[in-house]
Nanobody
Framework: QVQLVESGGGLVQAGGSLRLSCTASGSIVSINAMGWYRQAPGKQRELVATITSGGSTNYADSVKGRFTISRDNVQDTAYLQMNSLKPEDTAVYYC???????????????WGQGTQVSVSA
């Protein structure tokens, strides 16, 4: 069974930094895109950043210049380095991956359980 396990969330003051990690496991055959989304209380889930298997990246305008997404294709892990954090970055951050596994050998979308990021003013 495929799992995406996130880590690295926490509480930080405005202007601080956090690094999120997301590791995929479960007989992974190939990973296409990986990404991070976030959902603040009372709001819809929104895209933060994505990265393709070739390393092409895409960012929400609100995080450009502050957040950096990267991935380790050997470790099946994606990272989100978050700098200059603002209170409005407070949300549950979810990892997302489009991948194929031996259980389901077609491109399918999976989500992690989410990790809380809280930024105090």
């Amino acid at each position: 069974q495929v799992q995406l396990v996130e880590s690295g969330g926490g509480l930080v003051q405005a202007g601080g930094s956090l690094r999120l990690s997301c590791t995929a496991s479960g007989s992974i055959v190939s990973i296409n895109a990986m990404g991070w989304y976030r959902q603040a209380p009372g709001k819809q889930r929104e895209l933060v950043a994505t990265i393709t298997s070739g390393g092409s990246t895409n960012y929400a305008d609100s995080v450009k210049g502050r957040f950096t997404i990267s991935r380790d294709n050997v470790q099946d892990t994606a990272y989100l380095q978050m700098n200059s954090l603002k209170p409005e970055d407070t949300a549950v951050y979810y990892c997302n991956a489009v991948l194929a596994s031996s259980y389901r050998p077609i491109w399918s979308t999976y989500w992690g359980q989410g990790t809380q990021v809280s930024v105090s003013a």
